[in-house]
């Protein structure tokens, strides 16, 4: 699905870099006290693997392919929903803000 838009033996790392980088910005708004925000962008990088993992083929998915693509997909994104949703449903606590 994603391989048309990109071609080349970079477009391997392409993909595990955009998750990292949606990763690491939801680490950077936990430090800043934004707890809410980094949590929703951490769980969005793991349902992002697994759109990811799910659009691309085995030769292009890189280091997404961890198991098979479709415990990968389910996996990711049964991870990526549980902490969006715990994230956005989580009131109040000493981080509450």
Excluded at 2 to 13: A, L, N, P, Q
């Amino acid at each position: 699905m994603f391989d048309r838009f990109v071609g080349g033996r970079g477009s391997v790392h392409l993909w595990f870099a955009l998750v990292v980088l949606v990763a690491l910005l939801g680490l950077l708004r936990v430090a800043m006290s934004h707890w809410r925000d980094g949590a929703t962008l951490l769980g969005g990088a793991f349902l992002l693997a697994a759109v990811f993992r799910a659009g691309l083929s085995s030769e292009r998915v890189g280091l997404l392919a961890i198991r098979s693509r479709p415990v990968d997909v389910v996996l990711y994104g049964a991870l990526g929903a549980v902490i969006v949703f715990v994230a956005v449903t989580i009131k109040g606590g000493p981080l509450a803000g």
